[in-house]
């Protein structure tokens, strides 16, 4: 049986909470190969995604090949270490596997840096609330201030709070 078809990989530029970049790869065996485009998914669940068209993110891209690359490596030199006790093929394996665990928690490949997590806030045009959330995210303002700026926010209920407090 051959698995194939089409998926995201290479999830990378995480603003936790709001957003992250992957890219629509075809892959066989759930290793991918072909990619098709970067997308910005801003909701994902077991129905789908929800995002918007990116073109294609290099970084995706490249972190989508190099997770795919080392799974596979880190097999491949397993079984040749099973055939060959004694041998150097566990220690590749060992590379290929720690590659994989660098590239899918490593914050250097996973997050977005500041300019980059604004770059695509833009494209999002997230709400004011929206935006605090970033600074907060990207370490640009404590958790105080962004209560702050929240309360600042214009009420967007359409409800006059003020005549309500006038009539009582």
């Not at 077991?46 to 995706?60: H, I």
């Not at 079984?79 to 490593?106: D, H, M, N, Q």
Request: include cysteine; proline fraction near 5%.
């Amino acid at each position: 049986m051959i698995v194939f078809g089409k998926r995201l990989y290479g999830k990378v530029d995480l603003v936790p909470g709001l957003f992250y970049v992957a890219t629509n790869f075809v892959h066989i065996w759930y290793v991918p190969l072909v990619p098709l485009g970067s997308n910005l998914i801003i909701h994902e669940d077991k129905e789908g995604w929800q995002g918007m068209p990116l073109g294609l993110s290099f970084k995706s891209f490249l972190v989508a090949w190099l997770r795919g690359a080392s799974i596979a490596g880190a097999v491949i030199f397993a079984i040749f270490a099973l055939g060959e006790p004694g041998s150097r093929y566990w220690i590749r394996a060992g590379i290929c596997a720690a590659t994989f665990v660098i590239t899918k928690w490593a914050k250097v490949f996973t997050h977005a840096s500041p300019d980059r997590a604004r770059e695509l806030a833009e494209r999002v045009g997230l709400s004011p609330s929206g935006q605090i959330l970033l600074d907060l995210h990207c370490g640009e303002i404590d958790e105080d201030e962004a209560v702050r700026r929240h309360e600042a926010l214009p009420d967007d209920d359409g409800d006059d709070d003020d005549e309500e407090e006038a009539e009582t």
